[in-house]
């Protein structure tokens, strides 16, 4: 009896190349599901102190403000792999800048892009205890050829020191450098009162 509906099916396939076409689409579907293979092309990785310090070389791929960019893996460990669009969202550790809108934004984004430019950076772990903020950016520091570029924002008057264990409102815990930015903070003269 099974034979004889396999047959049934088998000479009713050859019959339509349609069903041929869908049963060969859901077998390579259930395939790339079974196998956890991404249909996209893309590489993920998951956010981790991994992608932090000298060994990894970044470049910017869009500047949002003077805080948050996005940000393109540009090579590990002396290998290429820029052309693997590896495209993360950033957020700077321990500052906030202007909203767009807000008093000083145009100042702070300018002075952001004019320190990092077009060059390659290090993005270095703050040691917080999320890899990551709430719209899933890493949360990092900027390093380019030995300069914090979220210090820099801060001495001068572009950047609050912000979203670390002082700022009870953002309820972020406290980074490897707060002591450092909030000293800064407290003696710069900002921008915007």
Avoid at 1 to 24: D, E, H
Avoid at 89 to 109: H, L, Q, S
Avoid at 152 to 177: C, F, M, N, W
Wanted: with cysteine.
């Amino acid at each position: 009896m099974l034979c004889a509906s396999y047959q049934w099916g088998a000479k009713k396939m050859r019959r339509n190349p349609v069903l041929i076409l869908v049963f060969t689409l859901v077998i390579g579907l259930l395939v790339g599901y079974l196998t956890g293979r991404s249909q996209s092309g893309s590489v993920a990785f998951t956010p981790s102190n991994e992608l932090a310090g000298s060994r990894y070389e970044w470049v910017i791929e869009r500047f949002i403000d003077g805080d948050s960019f996005e940000a393109r893996l540009k090579s590990a460990d002396g290998v290429d792999l820029f052309n693997l669009n590896l495209v993360y969202g950033v957020r700077i550790v321990g500052i906030d800048t202007p909203e767009r809108g807000d008093c000083g934004f145009d100042a702070a984004k300018a002075k952001f892009e004019e320190l990092v430019g077009s060059g390659s950076f290090a993005l270095v772990s703050g040691g917080t205890e999320d890899e990551t903020d709430g719209y899933g950016r890493l949360l990092r520091y900027v390093e380019l050829k030995g300069t914090d570029v979220g210090l820099t924002l801060i001495e001068q008057g572009l950047a609050l020191a912000a979203y670390d264990s002082v700022d009870t409102k953002a309820k972020v815990g406290p980074h490897d450098r707060e002591n450092e930015y909030r000293v800064a903070d407290k003696t710069t003269k900002r921008l915007c009162p």
